[in-house]
């Protein structure tokens, strides 16, 4: 594999056939690949993340991003969009649901997709990858150390809902990937979550790792963790290579 | 963590922005993590104006000990302003 890609802006369509923008990264040499949906952190739509859907397109992934904050920020700089979105109390669900199954389909429809979706997210897009994959039909779906998924924070808005009580929508296999030191997930809320899926024979893989808390992946973060992030990405490459190569 | 908590404030006064001077109708107040500090989280202000778009915004991300700080000499120049003013 040579990493070579491509990457730029499009517009896509998102929920309720909204115009939405996005980022897309795809391999420059490969006859066909499966897709996979980036879901950015709470910070929005920023150069980390789209580092991130660029280091997809280079292991042979189709991966587009939708900037989650575009209908009420069209252009403004992703911490503005953030604080903007956050002043506002947060995306709805459904709305996000919608853009992600925009963007799913956008994947689909690029010439050399096998067909194959995963969705990942980071932050409160691990919350929404979780929320996505028992939303949407997809193929495989990783949560980074999404918070809410087990219990919502207090002081969170109104309209934040646990989503543990979806799990039996869960349409794929998931990979979750979170910190020993986290306080939102906890390994206690993860294990929780860990043990519905089992309850309702939904296929799961869940590794927490030492030392590293919440956001470990963010490079440009003073909460990065290099050894948790390096083998956190194995996992990411092994699962979907499993999930969704071939086809 | 993201803690997701904000707390909201109706706000009268000016801040100054990438384009220049515009009133001020919000501050948004949360401890999160920063877009720009080097530490986990951070006592995050945004003085917003969401009427002119979001970037009317005057942000400050500062570590618990100086948000404190900053608070109490809020309090405090105040407080020792002279009668009738503040």
Known sequence: ?247 | MCTYATEHVSATGSGKGPAGWFRLSEVSVYLDHPAHALADHTLNIDFINPAQGPSARVAVELTAQTARALARAIESALDAAPPGLA
């Not at chain 1, 039909?137 to 979806?166: E, F, H």
């Not at chain 1, 043990?195 to 003073?222: I, N």
């Open chain 1, 1 to 247: 594999m040579n990493e070579a890609l491509t990457a730029e802006t499009v517009m896509m369509k998102g929920h309720d056939g909204d115009k939405v923008e996005a980022y897309l990264a795809r391999p420059a040499d490969a006859d066909s690949f499966g897709g996979v949906v980036v879901i950015h952190h709470l910070p929005g739509y920023d150069s980390a993340t789209k580092e991130i859907t660029r280091k997809f397109a280079a292991r042979g992934y189709a991966a587009l991003m939708p900037n989650l904050y575009y209908r009420d920020s069209p252009g403004a700089s992703p911490d503005d969009a953030a604080a903007a979105a956050r002043a506002k109390g947060g995306m709805p669900d459904d709305q996000v649901v919608g853009d992600v199954a925009g963007a799913a389909a956008y994947l689909r429809g690029l010439q050399g997709s096998n067909g194959k979706i995963g969705v990942i997210g980071y932050c409160s897009g691990g919350r929404q990858s979780f929320l996505a994959a028992c939303s949407l039909q997809l193929d495989a779906a990783v949560d980074c150390y999404g918070g809410a998924v087990v219990r919502v924070p207090a002081g969170a808005p109104a309209s934040m809902k646990p989503l543990i009580g979806r799990s039996k929508n869960l349409s794929c296999p998931l990979l979750g990937l979170f910190g020993a030191d986290d306080q939102f997930p906890t390994p206690a809320d993860m294990a929780e979550l860990s043990r519905t899926l089992d309850e309702l024979g939904k296929a799961h893989e869940f590794h927490t790792f030492s030392g590293a808390g919440h956001a470990f992946f963010s490079v440009d973060r003073a909460s990065y963790r290099v050894e948790a992030a390096v083998e956190g990405w194995d996992k990411v490459w092994a699962f979907f290579g499993r999930h969704l190569a071939g086809g």
